[in-house]
Every structure is written in structure tokens, then in C-alpha cells.
């Protein structure tokens, strides 16, 4: 059974760069997308982007190309990376494999890294 | 505003039936694309309810259910229980915005 671990600095400074990186056991990264999603404090489910195994990624266009994602399969984890870090980006960061069915869904999730913006 | 829109709240006595909608439009439900629900207890992480509007994950009771009608998707839950209270989220791709969207959310209150 896939679980997925996130872990990142949990404070960053306006116009900094995040960086999260999640953990996957049980079960290959080599398979599927994986993908990253947020939750802003008392807002509801943001997609922020996924990529497939293979490389290709797909980005939530609001985040005007601050996102990136990067697969590791030697270390079988993926991790995220925002720049320009504003106060509009403070939520808890999840992240999740997408589509083991054949579908696009997002199953399972990780607990949740709370990244907070400020000075 | 959420391109998917939720009923911010609902709300049933146990033993009752309620259902959640998730309104879409010709870009997302209306285009084909498959629509799935998450369960989010207040500061847990989200977890998969059903998936391709009607499948139920292994795991989740029969009590739930899902279907589509035009551009519009529902969530029903039968006996209601007190464990059911939670935020419900509705997913699906939009092909104008190029990406996934989620519906605002529902929140289950048992009465």
C-alpha cells in the first residue's frame, strides 16, 4: 500500500523559495503521476501541478510559472519548488499520487506540510 | 469563486439522506471528463470518496453514492452517521483553464 510523506521548511520569507519534497513507500515512483495540491487556511483544495513519471508536468496556470516539480526515482520522492514566495502562498502543502486506477484521481494523500510566509 | 460549485453546507439528522451537489459547466463535467469526491475531516488530509463519479474505493460503505446529470454531479449519503461529518470536495479537469479544479467544498453537519 503507497504512502507519501511530505517534509519542507515549515517558514519561509516573502520572495524566497520553497522547496517540499514528498516521500513515497510502498510502491514505485516509476508509475503514474504525482501531483501537489494546497490548502489555505480556511479555503478549500488548489491544484498546484502533477508530473508523470516520465518527466512531462502540468501546471496550475494561476501559479504564473513558479511551480516546479522534479522526480528522484533513485530515492523514490518528488519534490516541489515555488519561487517568489508571497503571504497568499501560506497553507498546508499535500501531496498525492494521481491516477493508480486509470483515472485522475488523487489517492492517496500525505498528511500535510504546513508552509507559512512571513518576515 | 470555484468553477465547480458546492452548497457551502448540508446538513441531516442521523438515519437520514442527504446529498451534495457539484455544478459544473461545458468545459469540465459537461466536456466528459471523469469527476471525483474527497472526504476532508478539519485538519486531516483529504481522502478519496469516489472516483469516476459513481466508484467507490475499497474501504468506503455502500452508504455513498454517486452520479451525473449534465454538467452537474451529486454525492449522496444514506444513514447518515455521526463519523460522516466532514468537508466534501468535488474534483474534475477543466479543459478553458487547462488544469484540475476542485468545488468550493460542503460542509456535513449530523444534526
Known amino acids: 500500500q503507497v504512502q507519501m510523506q511530505e517534509s519542507g521548511p515549515g517558514l519561509v520569507k516573502p520572495s524566497e523559495t520553497l522547496s517540499l519534497t514528498c516521500a513515497v513507500s510502498?510502491?514505485?515512483?516509476?508509475?503514474?503521476?504525482w501531483g501537489w495540491i494546497r490548502q489555505a487556511p480556511g479555503k478549500g483544495l488548489e491544484w498546484i501541478g502533477d508530473m508523470h513519471y516520465s518527466g512531462s508536468a502540468n501546471f496550475n496556470p494561476s501559479l504564473t510559472g513558479r511551480a516546479t516539480i522534479s522526480i528522484d526515482r533513485s530515492k523514490n520522492r518528488f519534490s516541489l519548488t515555488v519561487t517568489s514566495m508571497t503571504a497568499a502562498d501560506t497553507a498546508v502543502y499535500y501531496c498525492a499520487k494521481v491516477g493508480g486506477r486509470g483515472f485522475k484521481d488523487l489517492d492517496p494523500w500525505g498528511p500535510g506540510t504546513q508552509v507559512t510566509v512571513s518576515s | 469563486q470555484s468553477v465547480l460549485t458546492q452548497p457551502p453546507s448540508v446538513s441531516g439528522a442521523p438515519g437520514q439522506r442527504v446529498t451534495i451537489s457539484c455544478t459544473g459547466s461545458?468545459?469540465?463535467?459537461?466536456?466528459?471528463?471523469?469527476l471525483h469526491w474527497y472526504r476532508q475531516v478539519p485538519g486531516t488530509a483529504p481522502t478519496l470518496l469516489m472516483y469516476?463519479?459513481?466508484n467507490r474505493p475499497s474501504g468506503v460503505p455502500d452508504r455513498f453514492s454517486g452520479s451525473k446529470a449534465g454538467t452537474s454531479a451529486s454525492l449522496a449519503i444514506t444513514g447518515l452517521q455521526a463519523e460522516d461529518e466532514a468537508d466534501y470536495y468535488c474534483q474534475t479537469y477543466d479543459s478553458s483553464l487547462s488544469g484540475w479544479i476542485f468545488g468550493g467544498g460542503t460542509k456535513l453537519t449530523v444534526l
Open positions: 461545458s468545459s469540465n463535467i459537461g466536456s466528459g471528463y471523469d
Open positions: 510502498g510502491g514505485s515512483i516509476s508509475t503514474d503521476y
Open positions: 469516476g463519479y459513481t
